[in-house]
């Protein structure tokens, strides 16, 4: 009896921590917060489809409820590839209703990307009319890496910046290389992810802006192991389907790409993402929807295209056979040898300012599941931002001195390819200081050898970070707020790459007593 009773308790044990550890999709609320703004920022490829009808089929209106809810404050819409998209931005201003308002929208693609790639922000109509929502700049760029097999370049991005309240958001749409295979064409995914953001200036962006990546990425979830999809990636995808948890989620992605280079600083380093709860988004066969919760790896098999015949292999077993034999890394065997995996391309992704990371919280990150006619859904992110305007300066005169600096280098393996190719992108990057440490406070700079591991910088009403530049990168380094001392330690950063690990001691001194 007594081993009954504590068979019962582990089991009702182990089924609270389950429910405890499930994932949580919260709700938009359908009325403004005011302490927060709702904001709502979502991608889809679209696959070339040349008509709205095409791509959402016969239940276009219901289709829009379940990817674009009403209720948020902003709506940030990527798309690429799109062959409607005049047509797709109206049908969604349509949706949403006259309570919302176009706040500008950028593309790129008239005549040399087969398919658009574009962003367009909404808010509501009231917040645009008192001045609390508003355009800064956009930008555009097209990047010759690929070509679809016409003549067509059709990588690049758009990216929107507006003013929210007190702040301000970027919202980059971006569609990356796409070629799962090699180590190169992932070397040339991340330096075209940094070129997008601005390569050595991103800095700067990241300084004033909470920055939205988001896009179709293209990086790959390829097992090392080259076993079919169903015994790997969808296997994990649907135990965690069926029995959600964070531990069950983190080891379906566990083969991700981007996953693993941000963990090791490889790539979009500075950016946050959500966990990923939700299965992939691309391989996906149109038209196909997924099946519910609780089924196995080969019914969730049914919703994905798993091969492409290549090189003579017929089926999927042949094509792991051509695969196993090849003496290439897993991607690039599996690619030629004709083996599609499912894979998380679509993502959203968040950086924020040093000083003012905690206004921005990430609620929810999923990809609705309706009628669509590609081979992609969308990935939608939910965060709130907060309306208490953020704490930008010091009220005062302010020396900041940094010393007692040092570096600790990391791994160079693909940093010098990274930076070639960043440079061929943007050409007109700025130089880093050679042997020299620079910091800067707000327009406030100054700068010393580096041989001297000190610098010390002053400035009238300054932001709550600095930056420090190096010859090998940057770093952003938050200021205190009550003590006027302290040790650091953070990253440095250069194309989207941790380049090492910058630490020292950090001193303020004031002119004023009061103010901070």
Known sequence: MEAYQVASTLVVIIAATAWLLRPRKPPIRDAADETQWRILATTLNCAEQGSVQALLGEQKKASLEK??????????????????????????????????ALVSYEKIGEKRVRGRIAVAVFARQCDVDDGNVEEVSTK???????????GASTKGGVSIEVRVGGRSLCFVGAHLPADAGGRA?????????????????????????????????????????????????????????SKPSKTAWATATR????????????????????????????????????????????????????????????TVEEALALARRKRTPPAQAASAAGLRYPSWTDRVLVASPPADDAALELLAYDAPEFPLQSDHRPARLRCALSRAPPA????????????????????????????????????????????????????????????????????????????????RGSALVALPTRDWGRRFREPVVRFGRSRGVLSGRLRIEASFSSGV
């Not at 555009?140 to 016409?150: E, F, I, N, Q, R």
């Not at 693993?260 to 391989?283: K, M, N, Q, V, W």
């Not at 089924?295 to 098999?301: I, K």
């Not at 940094?402 to 570096?407: G, M, R």
Request: with cysteine; net charge negative; charged share 25%.
């Open 67 to 100: 990817w674009l809810p009403r209720g948020a404050d902003i709506y940030a819409v990527a798309v690429q590839e799109c062959g409607c998209w005049a047509e797709l931005r109206r049908a969604v201003e349509a949706h949403l209703g006259s309570t919302y």
């Open 185 to 241: 064409q992932h070397v040339l995914r991340n330096a075209c992810a940094a070129a997008l953001l601005g390569g050595d200036d991103f800095v700067k962006l990241q300084e004033r802006c909470h920055v939205f990546f988001l896009g179709d990425l293209n990086y790959r979830a390829v097992p090392v192991e080259l076993k079919h999809a169903c015994e790997s990636t969808l296997k994990r995808v649907a135990y965690a389907c």
């Open 392 to 471: 930008e300066t010091y009220a005062g005169a302010l020396r900041v001195t940094l010393d007692d600096l040092s570096f600790e280098q990391s791994s160079d393996d693909d940093a010098a390819e990274l930076a070639r190719l960043v440079r061929g992108l943007v050409p007109d990057a700025t130089a880093s200081p050679e042997d020299r440490v620079a910091v800067s406070l707000g327009a406030a700079t100054a700068s010393a050898p580096w041989a001297a591991r000190a610098v010390s910088v002053e400035a009238e009403r300054a932001p709550r970070h600095c930056v420090v530049a190096l010859e």
């Open 140 to 150: 555009k760029m097209l990047m010759d890496v690929g070509s679809t097999g016409k």
């Open 255 to 314: 083969d991700d790409e981007l996953i693993r280079d941000r963990r090791s600083g490889r790539a979009l380093c500075g950016f946050r993402e959500a966990p990923i709860y939700f299965a992939p988004t691309f391989r996906r066969v149109p038209g196909v929807a997924l099946p519910g919760r609780g089924a196995d790896a080969a019914a969730l098999c049914e919703a994905y295209t798993l091969f492409k015949s290549n090189e003579g292999a017929a």
